[in-house]
């Protein structure tokens, strides 16, 4: 059903119709699992690499000036690419890897690839919210370096830590969507092929109710976790 | 005999904003083993930078300090980590590890230095019975008290057994009755233990009440040493007659118990 020739009500009361949600439950599969996939791989390397900037920094456990300055242009050059080039500059890596460059594998990658510089920031934006006396303090009792980030650095700034995925999570399933267009499948796919080339607006509705879902539900379970840590602290 | 911590002629000048700014210059001091010997300064006087030379968490420019019979300047980086497992540092504020409880922040210093799980309990629960805090073990320093959470990081301090013990500032954050509590608690581990004590501070009824002799820090200098009794009655320097002026002004009659006068 299509905007053009029916109304905003009928198109509405056509988007909840079982006949379209039987066709959207694999959809809504695929996009969860490159979610899932995408966020554990930024989660991963964002953390690493978050850390690494965190301990280079000028004022860091480590100071690496040229190695911070350096990694610190680096990110910032991948950050401002749009995230569609990105997919297109990664599609010869995934050939490279998934032994072709379309399909959901494939576009994990990209996915991943664009998130991870953009999560390592926050990551590193939290680790620098920690009280700089705490590491001192640890520091001042013969902790190791590796010790200190372990034990102090991010069991400290957890919550902070959580709040931050939270957010790329949600950035990872936008990009899913976008994705979708690269033959990636999930609901952008859908959303695309359906509301986009054949103005089945139903079928978009549909979409946007479940990409809405979605949202409030991650960033509904990141802020109950991050505030169920904080509770358990008696620091709320 | 030479003295438990000898500084001579240390140096520090850090650079803020690219413009030199002398904060140490030539300090020379002398602590006896057991003593709690006191210094006190005005804010930004270099109190807190001092401190942390000792233990090097700032690097000093030039100068030496012994520690014990130690070089501690001179330390290889694995030295310095085992010489600080030795010596405790308190802090202004706690800096405690939210993250974990009472029972995982006195713990903390053993793990770290390798000390077997068993013993790191009886440790940990003979070390929080001595600072009164049996009852908290489980809780977060979040839900703690100013006073409870200065206990914490006592024991944090102590539970090493260390010889040597820096506070910086250690009550300036709490309420007169908890100030009290908490000297009485330093008084007792170094009569008890004969850890020596750097007590910093800028609040001169805390020096008073807890310390024997004492330092002014002053213009990156020790402008005067020796009795806290002699150098309230008849100070030399500027920071030493202001305080005493001021301990003049504002002397209570709680705190001439003490055993400064
Ligand atoms: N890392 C640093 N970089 C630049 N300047 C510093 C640094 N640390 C301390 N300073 C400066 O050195 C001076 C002494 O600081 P310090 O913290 O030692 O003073 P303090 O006597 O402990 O003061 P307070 O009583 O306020 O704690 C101050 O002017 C401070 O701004
Ligand atoms: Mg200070």
């Given at each position: 059903m299509s905007l053009l020739d029916s109304s905003f009500w009928e198109v509405f009361l056509a988007s909840l119709s079982p006949e379209i949600w039987k066709d959207l439950w694999g959809p809504i599969g695929e996009t969860l699992y490159m979610t899932a996939i995408s966020s554990l791989i930024m989660l991963v390397f964002g953390i690493v690499i978050g850390i690494l900037l965190d301990i280079t920094n000028?004022?860091?456990?480590?100071?690496?000036k040229v190695s911070y300055t350096l990694s610190g242009w680096l990110i910032n050059c991948l950050r401002s690419l749009p995230q569609m080039i990105m997919i297109i500059l990664m599609i010869p890596v995934a050939r490279l890897i998934?032994?072709?460059?379309?399909g959901t594998n494939a576009c994990i990658i990209a996915i991943a690839a664009s998130c991870i510089p953009m999560y390592a920031r926050i990551v590193e934006s939290s680790l620098l919210e920690i009280d700089k006396g705490k590491i001192e303090a640890a520091q001042a009792m013969g902790s190791k370096n590796i010790s200190i980030i372990l034990k102090v650095l991010l069991p400290e700034t957890l919550p902070s830590l959580i709040r931050g995925f939270t957010v790329s999570v949600i950035t990872v399933l936008s990009m899913t969507a976008l994705a979708?267009?690269?033959?990636?499948?999930g609901i952008g796919d859908i959303a695309v092929r359906y509301?986009?080339?054949?103005?089945?607006h139903d079928r978009l509705f549909a979409c946007v109710y479940i990409l809405v879902i979605l949202v409030q539900l991650i960033q509904g379970i990141g802020n109950l976790v991050s505030k169920r840590i904080l509770k358990s602290r008696n620091l709320i | 005999m030479s003295a438990y911590l000898q500084i001579k002629d240390l140096h520090k000048t850090f650079y803020p904003h690219g413009q030199p700014l002398k904060v140490l210059d030539g300090i020379d001091l002398d602590v006896e083993k057991g003593e709690i010997f006191g210094i006190i300064g005005f804010s930004g006087a270099g109190k807190s930078t001092l401190a942390c030379c000792i233990n090097r968490l700032e690097k000093a420019d030039s100068g030496t300090i012994e520690l014990g019979g130690t070089d501690i300047l001179s330390l290889s980086k694995d030295q310095l980590l085992k010489q600080r497992h030795k010596m405790g540092m308190i802090f202004q504020n706690f800096n405690?590890?939210?993250?974990?409880t009472v029972y995982q922040n006195i713990a903390y210093p053993l793990e770290i230095s390798g000390v077997p799980p068993k013993e790191i309990k009886q440790r940990v629960s003979e070390t929080a019975e001595l600072v009164g805090l049996t009852e908290k073990l489980?809780?977060?320093?979040?839900?703690?008290?100013g006073g409870q959470k200065q206990r914490v990081g006592i024991a944090r301090a102590i539970v090493t057994k260390p010889d040597f013990i820096i506070s910086d500032?250690?009550?300036?954050?709490?309420d007169p009755q908890t100030t009290i509590q908490i000297l009485d608690l330093l008084k007792e581990i170094n009569q008890k233990y004969g850890i020596t004590i750097l007590m910093i501070t800028h609040e001169l009824d805390a020096i008073r009440y807890t310390c024997n002799r004492m330092a002014v820090l002053e213009g990156g200098k020790i402008t005067e040493s020796g009795l806290v009794r002699d150098i309230f009655e008849n100070p030399h320097s500027k920071t030493g007659e202001l305080f005493a002026k001021v301990f003049m002004l504002f002397q209570s009659p709680e705190f001439t118990k003490g055993e400064g006068i």
């Open positions: 000028p004022n860091g456990l480590i100071p690496l998934f032994g072709k460059s379309y979708g267009m690269f033959g990636a499948g509301g986009y080339q054949r103005f089945q | 405690l590890f939210d993250s974990m489980k809780a977060h320093p979040g839900a703690l008290s500032e250690a009550t300036s954050a709490l």
